[in-house]
């Protein structure tokens, strides 16, 4: 990771036990957006997109992570290990992704490449469809012709943030 440029910061959140490192990109006056990626990614590879979601009215706070979704099982088996016959419920609290989107309050963008042949976009939609979120406070998008590494790639992309940026949380 290098250092953060002018107008962001490297921060540290403990969580039971671990770390997680973020980078925060702020400017008075915008909200956040809270954008998680995976593939291997450092939180410094969003430095260069940082004007783009600005545009679209966006600050953002960047953290590298890997989502089970709807299947956690999934999840440890492309990690390596073989996963239990079941995750007792303390598990399935600290590693359910729909368990956690649920708990959100604020305004849900999903998006998935329609094409990605490393975690199925079926995931991603079964997921949106079950955050339960009201009406109106969510959105999600598999852009056509897009896979797992270059959805960011879509116009679609950056499009559909501004759409988030106008809904209300509720």
């Given amino acids: ?13 403990p969580v039971d036990g671990a770390e997680l490192r973020a980078r925060r990109y702020r400017r008075a006056g915008r909200p956040t957006l809270l954008r998680f990626h995976g593939n291997g990614e450092v939180v410094s590879d969003d430095d260069a997109v940082v004007p783009e979601f600005a545009r679209v009215g966006f600050d953002l706070t960047v953290v590298v992570f890997e989502s089970g979704f709807l299947d956690l099982a999934g999840l440890v ?7 239990p016959t079941a995750f007792s419920d303390d598990e399935l609290e600290a590693f359910d992704g729909v368990r956690k989107l649920r708990r959100g309050r604020a305004p849900l963008l999903v998006l998935h490449g329609a094409e990605d042949r490393a975690i199925s976009a079926d995931e991603a939609r079964e997921a949106h469809r079950l955050t339960a979120r009201p009406p109106g406070t969510s959105t999600s998008s598999s852009p056509p ?24 949380t509720r």
């Fill in 145 to 168: 012709g897009r896979g797992h590494s270059d959805v960011s790639a879509s116009p679609v992309y950056r499009d559909a943030f501004a759409l988030v940026r106008a809904r209300p």
């Fill in 1 to 13: 990771m290098t250092a953060p440029p002018e107008g962001a910061r490297d921060v540290r959140v």
């Fill in 77 to 83: 088996r492309r990690r390596g290990p073989s996963p």
